[in-house]
T-cell receptor
Framework: DGGITQSPKYLFRKEGQNVTLSCEQNLNHDAMYWYRQDPGQGLRLIYYSQIVNDFQKGDIAEGYSVSREKKESFPLTVTSAQKNPTAFYLC???????????FGEGSRLTVL | GQQLNQSPQSMFIQEGEDVSMNCTSSSIFNTWLWYKQDPGEGPVLLIALYKAGELTSNGRLTAQFGITRKDSFLNISASIPSDVGIYFCAGNYGGSQGNLIFGKGTKLSVKP
């Protein structure tokens, strides 16, 4: 079935460690996105990519990094520089830059 | 910066009742999207609106793109227990999804 797969679903990390969240899509979508969700908040854009080998910072990119080496994959690294990394992370894709977003099931990161 | 106000923040209703929620923006939007999110899952697209005045239905759900292009509403008729969740509006003020803004959500609770 076509869709967006995020892994892992749950992740625990010690302070000072980097962690990478995986996002894979088989929808043949050009654009991919990473959002952060905190309780009672809307979704905030971290990074987005409209084409392979290109990506743009969103509203809250500090402490995060991404790569887009393949159309299907858009991994997000939460670095030790991110001061408050505990959150629910959502990956999304769209067929074009202004199209509808389709989301993965999310990854919950907890920093101990 | 761009702001999107979604109301109400939460609703407690009886099964069978109708529900209405809305979003207003400080700027003109080109697109309005409505999503539903279940706990611990990613948002699922319910309705997409692309033209001012557009009224679109999806089963018991109806959404409209306001004439001023600064607002949208979502109605749910004859609510059922599985309607429980958080409903998000999202608006796009530019050609790129980097310009997509999410409301903070309306949490819907339905009493059987």
């Amino acid at each position: 079935d076509g869709g967006i797969t995020q892994s892992p679903k749950y992740l625990f990390r010690k302070e000072g460690q980097n962690v990478t969240l995986s996002c894979e899509q088989n929808l043949n979508h050009d654009a991919m996105y990473w959002y952060r969700q905190d309780p009672g908040q809307g979704l905030r854009l971290i990074y987005y990519s409209q084409i392979v080998n290109d990506f743009q910072k969103g509203d809250i990119a500090e402490g995060y990094s991404v790569s887009r080496e393949k159309k299907e994959s858009f991994p997000l690294t939460v670095t030790s520089a991110q001061k408050n990394p505990t959150a629910f992370y959502l990956c999304a894709s769209s067929i074009r830059a202004d199209g509808e977003l389709f989301f993965g099931e999310g990854s919950r990161l907890t920093v101990l | 910066g761009q702001q999107l106000n979604q109301s109400p923040q939460s609703m407690f209703i009886q099964e069978g009742e109708d529900v209405s929620m809305n979003c207003t923006s400080s700027s003109i939007f080109n697109t309005w999207l409505w999503y539903k999110q279940d706990p611990g899952e990613g948002p699922v697209l319910l309705i997409a609106l692309y033209k001012a005045g557009e009224l679109t239905s999806n089963g018991r759900l109806t959404a409209q793109f306001g004439i001023t292009r600064k607002d949208s509403f979502l109605n749910i008729s004859a609510s059922i227990p599985s309607d429980v969740g958080i409903y998000f509006c999202a608006g796009n003020y530019g050609g790129s999804q980097g310009n997509l803004i999410f409301g903070k959500g309306t949490k819907l609770s339905v009493k059987p």
